[in-house]
């Protein structure tokens, strides 16, 4: 059977007239797609709900209020003092200052009305992108609303809300497949330009890894259509042969080369580079130094030879980066005997020492038997607000984190996704549409199998044939698809989550569905079908629809029975730990969650299968209106409950009380906190419907929030926070280093705190400090402790830690003083006070990119700022009058690190003031190249605007005729 003979030109021609598949306004899409996207919002965008799960609400939402913050304020945010000791910020992906899509948030109206509608419109541009897509193949206006219906509600792409650089991402991935396709199908160096356009938005935006996808998509497409054309040259050889050859000096020839599909993937990719330069250098240059690169082993083939050639005094250097857990040092007891190469084969199959991004890349993996979400919605439980996760505990495996509330997509768009997959060419040289389908067909699989991660070759193993892990030759992830990618694809283990590839499985899936829909409602126009062999093929499709739909209604009235079985579900109890948010597991809650999911899809199959028996007295109009409206209902009814939010004034009135705590002369320098905290003990036995709104304010009660320039106006409010030993997206190679050498490290761990700097501690009770070294501000069995106070938190003030500035000079053994061992005493702390009348360092001026010191020195010595050493810092130093308040001359300073980590300036004796100035010179060359690029980008389209495309005859080695 050939399930494509509908996509023939005249069959499709003659059946679409009847059907009316004009090109008049798509009603059907603006209909569904918004009024779904309106109906899920409509608290967010019309009334006081702010949404509040996971990442959304402690990272991105006060990420983007703090760039605001400094874009409002003048400043352009190169570099942050409000992670850990300072670090990079623009050279971070994830902040996407540069999207165009940020310019809503300067509009005029309420920040967090402003977020809804970021996140609210990148749910329907993403629903846009798709249906454009879908039409611009030929899909009709029913198939390609079904597609985007599917695609921008589907779990993995709406509950990316709760990580925005991801959603936003998404929405923007259709629009690059489309041109991306233009491009190889049309040959058009115009087309491969768009194309560089939309990925750089992607980029831009924050999300490289979704166009890194992109990219293996569309050579994977080349790929395809390479094979194809080769296989029409052997056919057609001897019409080749007569075709006169051109010289390499023609422009024909020239012509021809432009237009080879490796060059047009190259010049996407180049132009790309040059559109997000401004993004890409800085960002390449931290990711250089930062703690990602650091590895014991090497973890793909792209790594060995810079491991052969390193000497080993730079291999030590990187073993300071891992995490000696049990799972990595499971073979390494003999590690310091190992050669190069045994070395390298435990790298890349992930025996021995494995360093934590690694070990990392691979959290949030989706179990294989959780697929079943895509045809029954959050039956396997969910982690919030309550604890009903059952399903990992059924199976026996441990339920990671989700990172996707579901993978449903509605089961009429995934059954019929499965009925047009095909993974081989058809030989029928007019299909146009089968290069497409089989190309889908293996995107889908490659990255379902890819999302799943940590389930490889070595966990089949395990799970299949019982070898117990400390056995197994290989490890989990080893053999499975996404190692596969990590190892041999160049600069694919900088990546991190292999479940990001479910998100873009979506998009496949949804395409797939679009071209499904339309065998299925043009099946209905089968009387201008006069080819006996068609009919009988239409009728075979709609067999195996029904057997499809019918199979899973049986299953899931099987399935009624022992989920009706309420002693079963209690049983449960005894088997699933309690979590430390959500509490003990709720076995009503799960039982009602999976029998809603049952019924739901038997009654959406029931409908569709009412549907097609009598379809024949419904009009095609009314047919495709019925069951659009089936899919919207059935994806509304998933997606609701996966929308957490909470009122906003209960959000912005529960500030920090122990903030009041805090007295400082210098409020515009950030205070430093380390923060050791955990939720409160009682979570783990009580249950909460609103545990996602306690969660949030808990949060924002402890500073456990990332940026905190999102809270009302107030002197408490208003004083900046640093949170030190935090670690991030990313964090420098330097300073997580050191960290992991010295604070991770519970001996001197006090006084380590206070060689960073830092002044209070948020610890949990039952790690009181050195009260030699700590006072106690509150604790929650003081008295005047806030009402609202964590039960299990107590925040202790440093006695003296290291100040912000100093002068440190070589002792006579020349080396310079160790101050993590010599934490001044009030004593000497008086001394030094006493003694700065005469010789001082202090800052009189503190901004994300500019700070200025004054310093005077009665001998040489060394200035020393306790902020991260980068090379990105420049230093003016001026050198002042005796009285301060004449400038006799000025030169630029030379700054060095200091104990590996801080930023310091030898100078003469003097009065010195210096002004550090961070001017990376990676920004301002992506600037002019990035600059530089778009101007001639849209020079170009002013030039293309005016020239009409000339009709020409297609090419010999044309496959296929243009749309």
């Known amino acids: ?469 400390e056995q197994n030759p290989v490890s989990a992830p080893v053999g499975g698809v996404y190692w596969f990618m990590q190892v041999l694809i160049p600069g694919y283990i900088q990546f991190r989550y292999a479940p990001k590839l479910l998100t873009f499985a979506a998009c496949p899936m949804a395409m797939l569905a679009g071209y499904g829909f339309d065998l299925l409602l043009l099946n209905l126009a089968q009387k201008t079908i006069n080819s006996h062999s068609t009919t009988s093929d239409h009728l075979q499709l709609l067999k195996r629809f029904n057997r499809f739909a019918i199979g899973i209604i049986v299953l899931s009235i099987l399935l009624l029975f022992p989920a009706s079985m309420q002693s079963e579900w209690n049983h449960l109890i005894t088997k699933i730990p309690a979590g430390e948010f959500n509490g003990p597991f709720q076995p009503n809650l799960a039982q009602k969650q999976v029998l809603g999911s049952l019924i739901q899809t038997i009654l959406v199959l029931f409908s569709v299968l009412l549907l097609l028996r009598y379809r024949t007295h419904i009009p095609a109009t009314l047919f495709s209106v019925i069951l659009l409206g089936v899919v919207a209902t059935d994806l509304y009814i998933a997606c609701r409950p996966t929308l957490f939010s909470m009122d906003r004034s209960q959000y912005y009135k529960n500030c920090p009380e122990f903030l009041k705590q805090i007295e400082r002369p210098d409020d515009f320098m950030p205070i430093r906190i380390h923060l050791n905290v955990k939720s409160p003990p009682r979570w783990q036995w009580e249950s909460s419907p609103n545990r996602e709104t306690e969660f949030r304010i808990h949060e924002r009660r402890l500073m456990q929030m990332q940026y905190h320039y999102d809270a009302p106006r107030n002197r408490f409010d208003n004083l900046p926070v640093a949170k030190a030993i935090e670690s991030g997206t990313m964090s420098p190679y330097s300073y997580t280093a050191w960290i992991r050498k010295n604070i991770r490290n519970d001996y001197r761990f006090e006084n380590n705190l206070m060689f960073l700097g830092v002044e209070y501690v948020l610890m949990d009770v039952s790690k009181p400090l050195d009260p030699n070294l700590a006072v106690m501000l509150v604790h929650p069995n003081q008295p005047d402790t806030p009402t609202d106070w964590s039960e299990n938190t107590v925040l202790w003030r440093l006695k003296n830690p290291r100040q912000r500035t100093w002068i440190e000079r070589e002792n006579k053994n020349g080396n310079t003083r160790k101050n993590v061992t010599n934490i001044p005493n009030e004593e000497k702390y008086s001394q030094e006070t006493e003694k700065n009348e005469q010789e001082f360092a202090r800052l009189i001026h503190y901004e994300s990119n500019n700070l200025i010191i004054e310093a005077k020195l009665l001998e040489s010595g060394t200035v020393v700022l306790s902020d991260q050493f980068w090379t990105g810092w420049k230093l003016w130093i001026e050198t002042l009058s005796d009285d301060g308040q004449e400038i006799v001359s000025s030169f630029s300073g030379n700054i060095r690190p200091i104990e590996g980590i801080f930023r310091g300036v030898d100078l003469p004796a003097g009065h010195f003031r210096l002004n550090y100035r961070y001017v990376p010179n990676s920004f301002w060359q992506g600037v002019v190249l990035s600059g530089t690029s778009w101007s001639l980008f849209f020079v170009l389209l002013f030039i293309w605007s005016f020239i009409s495309p000339s009709s020409k005859q297609p090419s010999r080695f044309q496959i296929e005729k243009k749309d």
Request: charge should be positive; aromatic fraction near 16%.
């Open 1 to 469: 059977m050939n399930p494509f003979f509908l996509f023939r030109r005249r069959n499709r021609h003659h059946a679409r007239k009847q059907l009316k598949f004009s090109k008049s306004f798509p009603w059907a899409f603006f209909v569904f797609n918004s009024g779904l996207c309106i109906l899920l919002f409509w608290n967010i965008l019309f009334g006081q709900q702010q949404t509040c799960f996971r990442d959304e609400s402690h990272f991105h939402y006060p990420l983007f209020r703090y760039v605001q913050a400094e874009l409002n304020a003048g400043r352009f945010p190169l570099w942050t003092p409000y992670d850990n000791i300072g670090q990079p910020f623009f050279a971070n992906a994830a902040i996407g200052i540069l999207y165009p899509g940020k310019l809503l948030f300067f509009l005029p109206l309420d920040f967090a009305l402003l977020y809804s509608w970021y996140l609210a419109g990148h749910v329907f541009l993403a629903t846009l992108t798709m249906y454009r897509l879908m039409r611009s193949w030929q899909i009709s206006s029913w198939g390609a609303t079904l597609s985007a219906l599917s695609y921008g509600f589907c779990g993995t792409v709406f509950g990316q809300y709760c990580n925005p650089i991801f959603l936003a991402g998404a929405a923007w991935v259709p629009e690059a497949i489309l041109w991306a396709d233009r491009t190889l199908t049309r040959r058009s160096l115009r087309n491969a330009l768009i194309c560089a356009a939309v990925l750089s938005m992607i980029l831009l935006l924050g999300d490289p890894q979704a166009a890194f996808h992109v990219g293996l998509a569309a050579s994977l497409l080349a790929l395809l259509r390479w094979k194809r054309e080769h296989h029409l040259r052997k056919i057609n050889r001897t019409t080749l042969q007569k075709t006169p050859a051109c010289s390499i000096f023609s422009l024909r020839w020239f012509a021809k080369i432009l237009r080879h599909r490796l060059i047009l993937l190259g010049v996407i990719a180049g132009t790309t580079f040059l559109f997000s330069a401004i993004q890409i250098l800085p960002t390449s240059e931290f990711s250089r130094l930062c703690e990602r690169v650091g590895y014991k082993n090497p973890r793909s083939i792209w790594e060995i030879p810079a491991f052969l050639l390193a000497d080993e005094k730079n291999l030590a250097k990187e073993e300071i980066l891992f995490d000696d857990t049990a799972v990595s040092t499971r073979l390494s007891a003999d590690v310091g005997q190992l050669t190069r190469w045994q070395r390298i084969f435990n790298g890349l199959f992930q025996r021995g020492i494995l360093d934590s991004h690694q070990v990392n890349s691979y959290n949030f993996s989706t179990h294989p038997l959780s697929f079943v979400s895509f045809i029954w919605s959050n039956v396997t439980g969910r982690n919030f607000p309550q604890n009903t996760a059952w399903f990992g505990s059924v199976f026996n495996y441990i339920k990671s984190p989700d990172w996707h509330f579901t993978l449903y997509a509605g089961v009429i768009p995934f059954l019929l996704a499965i009925l047009v997959l095909r993974f081989r060419l058809c030989p029928v040289r007019h299909v146009r549409q089968n290069i497409r389908i089989v190309w889908l067909s293996w995107l889908l699989v490659i990255t379902l199998l890819g999302g799943i991660g940590y389930y490889g070759l070595g966990w089949m193993l395990t799970f299949c044939f019982g070898v117990p892990p």
